[in-house]
């Protein structure tokens, strides 16, 4: 993907795939045993049409992140073909906890034109902020905090959140999203069901609208649009989004399912 492809949310080709990652806010009766650990779904991603990359979603195993029961929800994505010209491979950790919703932490690591940072966002519910760590290769590390409210989570999480609920049509769902640099508020509209044709076949899906607030190239032009399968995963097949510098769309190719939360055994256990 060309330089001017990158994001302005922390993780550009990642972000990109955070884009297709996007939720909407916990609401109506909850999806029991929608994923779990082990989970792994492979996109393509197309820029002005030509395929210039590729994406992972993978929920990882549990573990413990500040003393809470976590689930590390890890979105790769890296540039393919001629895209690779500009190299890309970013990789964005979002530690989600599955009981409540919330986001923890999120660790974005980049390595974007040979020139590789890391950024790590702590999230704070008691002190209502998010405390940043960004360092570049050969630099000092940069140190920040910004205001959150509750129910702030990153795109990773909103999209597992939104999973765990299950989509009606007519279904508005607001959340404060943290980008990195601070907050916005997501809307998001289950605007219709229909039937999509896909590399699993033809299938029944949710017409999901978002707004975004990305700044400068990657700043969108109207809504974007993703389809969640209309079944007990509600997994995101296809994402659609109009940008300043042109169309991307995320199609996934590949599915892998994962340990539902029936068959995992407890922290405690392992």
């Given at each position: 993907?060309?330089?001017?492809?990158?994001?302005?949310?922390?993780?550009?080709?990642?972000?990109?795939?955070?884009?297709?990652?996007?939720g909407a806010a916990w609401a109506g009766a909850?999806?029991?045993?929608?994923?779990?650990?082990?989970?792994?779904?492979?996109?393509?991603?197309?820029?002005?049409?030509?395929?210039?990359?590729?994406?992972?979603?993978?929920?990882g195993w549990p573990t413990r992140r500040d003393g809470r029961a976590v689930w590390p929800l890890v979105c790769v994505g890296r540039t393919t073909g001629v895209a690779t010209l500009y190299p890309l491979n970013d990789r964005f950790v979002s530690y989600w906890d599955?009981?409540?919703?919330?986001?923890?932490?999120?660790?974005?690591?980049?390595?974007?034109?040979?020139?590789?940072?890391?950024?790590?966002?702590?999230?704070?519910?008691?002190?209502?902020?998010?405390?940043?760590?960004?360092?570049?290769?050969?630099?000092?590390?940069?140190?920040?905090?910004?205001?959150?409210?509750?129910?702030?989570?990153?795109?990773?999480?909103?999209?597992?959140r939104l999973r765990t609920?299950?989509?009606e049509v007519g279904q508005v769902h607001e959340l404060p999203i943290f980008t990195g640099g601070g907050l916005y508020q997501m809307k998001a509209t289950v605007v219709g069901a229909e039937r999509l044709t896909t590399m699993f076949g033809e299938v029944e899906v949710f017409r999901v609208t978002v707004n975004g607030e990305f700044s400068g190239k990657m700043a969108t032009r109207g809504l974007m649009t993703l389809f969640f399968t209309a079944d007990d995963k509600q997994l995101p097949v296809r994402a659609e989004a109009e940008f300043v510098i042109g169309a991307v769309v995320l199609e996934a190719v590949r599915y892998e399912p994962g340990r539902t939360s029936s068959s995992l055994p407890s922290l405690s256990e392992r």
């Amino acid at each position: 993907m060309p330089p001017a492809a990158r994001s302005t949310h922390g993780g550009r080709l990642a972000g990109v795939v955070g884009v297709f990652a996007w939720g909407a806010a916990w609401a109506g009766a909850p999806v029991s045993n929608a994923f779990g650990p082990g989970e792994e779904t492979t996109y393509t991603v197309q820029f002005l049409g030509v395929t210039a990359g590729e994406a992972k979603v993978t929920v990882g195993w549990p573990t413990r992140r500040d003393g809470r029961a976590v689930w590390p929800l890890v979105c790769v994505g890296r540039t393919t073909g001629v895209a690779t010209l500009y190299p890309l491979n970013d990789r964005f950790v979002s530690y989600w906890d599955p009981l409540t919703g919330d986001a923890i932490a999120s660790d974005f690591l980049a390595d974007e034109n040979r020139k590789r940072r890391i950024e790590r966002y702590q999230y704070d519910f008691v002190a209502m902020e998010a405390v940043t760590t960004k360092q570049s290769v050969g630099q000092a590390p940069r140190g920040g905090r910004y205001p959150i409210v509750a129910r702030t989570v990153d795109l990773a999480s909103a999209a597992f959140r939104l999973r765990t609920s299950r989509l009606e049509v007519g279904q508005v769902h607001e959340l404060p999203i943290f980008t990195g640099g601070g907050l916005y508020q997501m809307k998001a509209t289950v605007v219709g069901a229909e039937r999509l044709t896909t590399m699993f076949g033809e299938v029944e899906v949710f017409r999901v609208t978002v707004n975004g607030e990305f700044s400068g190239k990657m700043a969108t032009r109207g809504l974007m649009t993703l389809f969640f399968t209309a079944d007990d995963k509600q997994l995101p097949v296809r994402a659609e989004a109009e940008f300043v510098i042109g169309a991307v769309v995320l199609e996934a190719v590949r599915y892998e399912p994962g340990r539902t939360s029936s068959s995992l055994p407890s922290l405690s256990e392992r």
